[in-house]
């Protein structure tokens, strides 16, 4: 997906919401649940019930937008091990998801650091 470019964050609501909410409702669920801003310009990801849906709320400085993906068969692999009611996944990770790949199974390699080669 290339409409999601220099995103800060992506956050993930834990449990499913209805989806008759709008943006009043999920923004109003960023601010009272996952206690974040939802002018932060991040990328707020909910899912139905059966994980066959998503909605995206974000900000975009001039207001707020919702992206609604459907799955016509599948579900989307929404991670289990979440404490909280938020988990902040990385754009990789964000990719991985909309691809239907478990991104609590999947990890990349750690990124490593040397002072020297010798």
């Given at each position: 997906m290339k409409m999601f470019i220099d995103v800060p964050k992506i956050y993930l609501h834990k449990q499913p919401v209805d989806f008759r909410k709008s943006i009043?409702?999920?923004?109003?669920?960023v601010e009272q649940e996952m206690q974040l801003s939802p002018f932060s310009g991040a990328l707020f990801v909910f899912c139905n019930q059966q994980r066959s849906r998503l909605k995206v709320l974000y900000w975009d400085q001039t207001g707020f937008?919702?992206?609604?993906?459907?799955?016509?068969?599948d579900k989307f692999r929404w991670p289990?091990?979440?404490?909280?009611?938020?988990?902040?996944?990385?754009?990789?990770?964000?990719?991985?998801?909309?691809?239907?790949?478990?991104?609590?199974k999947l990890t990349p390699h750690q990124p490593l650091s040397y002072q020297s080669a010798g």
């Open positions: 009043n409702g999920l923004s109003l669920l937008c919702l992206w609604y993906k459907r799955l016509e068969k289990r091990l979440m404490s909280g009611k938020v988990l902040s996944i990385s754009e990789q990770q964000w990719h991985w998801l909309l691809q239907g790949i478990d991104i609590q």
